[in-house]
């Protein structure tokens, strides 16, 4: 099909209008910390050089991206900084551009007045939340940027060019490797060439995907795996909410917690789409495409579930991201014969989108990370009041901390990145263990998330209790836990001084006896006698029961760390 060259005012705008949307939902959170997976790559970025980014050892959780994770973690970390926001705002233009670059592709299938409205329909939906909102979402947005590249070229006839943007593009993710089915469809459908011809066509890209597949250290053997997540492991689920997710229904809307600003931002977003839809199909000129580009956006949409359907790789919306791509290329042409639908359908997938980003969910929705985006602001902020600074080798153990929020990931943690220390680690409690003799000094914080005061720090050593006690209700079950901790990890006199401090509450005997073994394990028979009678005179046991309930615990008794 032969398509005028389009108004430059007309791209301009909507890229404008794409900038606009894109900073309107998500500028006011550039400034959200890492989240869980960012703290591993940016590890690397900082540790390695720039030769072993591309090393295939660096195939963390059994995919090989060395471009989209290693060297953009890389790259940005030596531009910007350890930066959130350079992060973020990166994201936001490989996002743009990735769209702008969709809009071209269609046009030159089916025109600019469905290029319009395929690419406002697809910048709609909310499952481009999670690539925008997690920095670790740039594996999408350049496997996006890279495919649209691709297929620009393909479409334009440069078949052999356009092997060089898939191959970055399977660098970034392994979701492109449908680049060339979907390639292989144009040309069956738009340009209409035999099945023969149309493979000729596609050579060079098979040829680029053939190397990658060699490549790649442990494509095979990962996708030979289990499938990851078996609530949505089922083919027909998977197709169902794929197919939702264009729409922004992958999930009933049940919006939960919106405050003003929520709503104001999700009703101005909208509105902007909705604007830029009337005004920029008044600007196009409507030409009336055949149905082969609306054949190629099935094909295309088709090819997009398949790395879905591949057991190991489980189901979240953004997988389908270049999947939808496709689908608003066929919807699109059917709506550019009917413009007042197409600004309808804007409007309502536009409002969905707002909708669906403030349902609760758990898969890596927009949801998802403003959860954990929010969770981990209000973590920092205790950390920074409680302790502005901290002493180097600083350990700090963690409990109960929300689930999935990306604390703590990888070698970095975001402690180290919040107080620029590298020299800090944090763990979660059960990772405790004594120092060893070669390590540097330092102190051990012990801290217990609370929804209500957030951080709870768990102080070792003397204390006034009653003022502990009242400042946090939960003093004796947290300092219970802590003793019992010090203890199985063999670090045995920091867990006798829990203990001995506990001893002091009127039901403190079982701590008590606790502490006598503690203090017997290191030849302090004298004190350990004295807390066994200070247990015995509250419980109003025979002295020779109180030594054969020593004894039990003695057998079982941790061995003590050896320094």
């Known amino acids: 099909m032969n398509v005028r060259r389009p108004s430059r005012g007309v791209l301009l705008l909507l890229g404008v209008t794409l900038v606009a949307f894109v900073v309107t939902l998500y500028g006011r959170r550039l400034a959200w910390p890492f989240i869980g997976d960012d703290y591993v790559f940016l590890d690397r970025a900082l540790r390695e050089s720039f030769a072993e980014l591309w090393s295939r050892q660096n195939a963390d959780f059994g995919w090989y991206r060395p471009w989209s994770r290693d060297f953009h973690f890389w790259l940005v970390t030596h531009v910007a900084g350890v930066s959130p926001p350079a992060f973020r705002v990166f994201g936001f233009v490989l996002w743009v551009g990735a769209l702008l670059m969709y809009s071209g592709v269609v046009r030159r299938a089916a025109g600019l007045s469905v290029a319009v409205i395929a690419t406002l329909g697809a910048a709609s939906l909310s499952l481009w939340g999670t690539p925008l909102l997690w920095i670790s979402g740039s594996q999408d947005l350049w496997m996006l940027v890279f495919s649209m590249a691709s297929l620009l070229l393909f479409v334009s006839g440069r078949h052999a060019i356009s092997a060089i943007p898939l191959l970055g593009a399977l660098l970034s993710k392994e979701t492109a490797v449908v680049l060339p089915v979907i390639a292989l469809g144009h040309a069956l459908f738009v340009e209409r060439a035999k099945l023969r011809e149309a493979l000729w066509r596609i050579r060079f890209l098979l040829a680029a995907f053939v190397a990658w597949v060699f490549i790649h250290p442990s494509l095979l053997s990962h996708t030979a795996g289990k499938a990851v997540d078996s ?23 049940a919006p939960q917690d919106l405050d003003r ?34 054949l190629w956006g099935l094909w295309w949409g088709v090819a997009g579930l398949l790395p879905l359907l591949e057991p190991s790789t489980g189901w979240r919306a953004y997988y389908f ?243």
């Open 231 to 253: 609530a949505h492991a089922s083919p027909v689920m998977v197709i169902v909410r794929s197919l939702l997710s264009t729409v922004n229904l992958q999930s009933w809307p």
């Open 261 to 294: 600003v929520q709503i104001v931002t999700w009703v101005f977003s909208a509105a902007v789409l909705t604007a830029a839809a009337w005004w920029l199909l008044r600007m196009a000129r409507r030409e009336q495409p055949t149905t082969t580009p609306w």
């Open 321 to 563: 991201g270049l999947g939808a791509l496709g689908l608003w290329l066929a919807l699109a042409t059917w709506l550019a014969r009917r413009p007042g639908w197409a600004i309808a359908a804007i409007v309502v997938v536009a409002t969905l989108r707002g909708a669906s980003a403030a349902t609760p969910s758990y898969e890596w929705s927009e949801s998802y990370f403003i959860r954990a985006g929010r969770l981990l602001t209000i973590i920092r902020s205790e950390f920074e009041r409680r302790h502005p600074t901290l002493p180097p080798h600083a350990r700090i153990y963690l409990a109960r901390v929300p689930n999935n929020i990306g604390l703590l990931a990888g070698r970095r943690s975001a402690l180290q990145l919040w107080y620029r220390d590298t020299t800090l680690s944090a763990q979660f409690y059960n990772h405790y263990r004594p120092r060893s003799a070669g390590e540097p000094s330092g102190p051990d914080l012990f801290f217990r998330f609370d929804s209500v005061r957030v951080l709870v720090e768990v102080h070792e050593g003397p204390e006034d209790l009653a003022a502990a006690m009242r400042a946090n209700p939960e003093w004796q079950p947290d300092h219970e836990k802590l003793s019992m901790l010090l203890l199985k990890s063999g670090d045995i006199d920091r867990a006798a001084e829990e203990f001995e401090k506990l001893s002091l509450l009127p039901d403190g005997a079982q701590a008590a006896v606790f502490a006598s073994v503690c203090r017997l394990t290191g030849g302090e028979l004298a004190r350990s006698d004295s807390l066994l009678k200070s247990a015995q005179a509250r419980t109003g046991r025979p002295w020779a029961d109180m030594v054969a309930w020593r004894q039990s615990l003695l057998v079982t008794m941790p061995r003590r760390a050896t320094p």
